[in-house]
């Protein structure tokens, strides 16, 4: 899925998860009623959608990431692109084999 792309069937991710709503949303900031409103298919906003693909279809535990690790993935990507392409092939390959 690329970044900020619509995703559909938000409720369908949360129950394959196994979470309940209150569960799924406070994990990116929203609240249960708010999260609702989105299942429901009201509109939501890219920054939610982009953190909601993040933590939940990524899988990245967001309270592990930090600004350092910002600046060396951007610093990596423009400095060695060649091998920035490289980790992020094999990062994707492991964590289908996962």
Same mark, same amino acid.
């Given at each position: 899925?690329?970044?900020f792309?619509?995703?559909?069937?938000?409720?369908?991710?949360?129950?394959?998860?196994?979470? /309940?709503?209150? +569960?799924?949303?406070?994990?990116?900031?929203?609240?249960?009623?708010?999260?609702?409103? @989105?299942? =429901?298919?009201?509109?939501?906003p890219?920054?939610?959608?982009?953190?909601?693909?993040?933590?939940?279809?990524?899988?990245i535990?967001?309270?592990?990431? /930090?600004r350092? +690790?910002?600046?060396?993935?951007?610093?990596?990507?423009?400095?060695?692109?060649?091998? @920035?392409a =490289?980790?992020?092939?094999?990062?994707?390959?492991?964590?289908?084999?996962?």
């Amino acid at each position: 899925m690329k970044s900020f792309e619509k995703i559909e069937n938000i409720r369908d991710i949360r129950k394959k998860l196994g979470l /309940n709503q209150m +569960d799924f949303w406070s994990r990116i900031g929203v609240t249960q009623s708010g999260g609702s409103r @989105y299942e =429901s298919g009201r509109n939501m906003p890219k920054p939610v959608r982009e953190l909601l693909r993040l933590v939940h279809i990524e899988k990245i535990d967001l309270a592990k990431v /930090n600004r350092d +690790d910002l600046a060396i993935a951007s610093l990596l990507k423009s400095r060695q692109p060649d091998l @920035y392409a =490289s980790l992020k092939k094999e990062a994707k390959a492991e964590s289908k084999n996962k």
